[in-house]
């Protein structure tokens, strides 16, 4: 079989070898350029994240919340890459991509990120989460090596 058409093929070798990928890019990518800055951001940065939960008509706790976002970017980012915990941590970050739509989507009409336009990201890279749920780590994951021994 040429290169190709394995590359390409629906096999259960190539399936885990894109969840690997699909975990290995979009948990380094959440975890560096979104989770690190805000779970090192501390109290102040967390409070105004936290904030968000406003459009749900949750204004308590701002900062418990904002740090739960900033968790979920950071720590279940690098669970989603390991495939420890997987699905609790797809779960929370699928739940975090929904209020940063809904952020986007409630946003002052003229706000830079408002409407769709601004909710596009959180919304592609919740669906995915959302697959990842659905879907499990694949084979190359620690939870499966820890399940064998």
């Not at 949750?58 to 418990?64: A, G, K, N």
């Not at 002052?108 to 592609?124: F, V």
Request: overall charge positive; proline content about 3%.
């Amino acid at each position: 079989m040429s290169f190709i058409k394995k590359f390409v093929s629906s096999d259960r070798i190539n399936l885990d070898l894109g969840l690997l990928v699909i975990r290995l890019g979009i948990g380094l990518s959440m975890f560096l350029f979104h989770g690190y800055g805000k779970i090192t951001g501390g109290p102040d940065r967390w409070e105004g994240i936290g904030g968000s939960m406003a459009t749900f008509g949750i204004t308590f706790l701002p900062t418990f919340w904002g740090f739960m976002a900033a968790f979920s970017e950071s720590a279940c980012s690098i669970l989603l890459i390991l495939g420890v915990f997987f699905r609790p941590a797809a779960g929370l970050l699928a739940f975090t991509m929904f209020v940063a739509v809904m952020r986007h989507l409630n946003l002052p009409e003229g706000d830079s990120g408002a409407g769709w336009k601004g909710a596009s990201h959180a919304l592609e890279l919740g669906c995915i989460y959302l697959g990842l749920l659905m879907a499990g780590p694949g084979r190359h994951a620690l939870s499966i090596g820890m399940r064998r021994q």
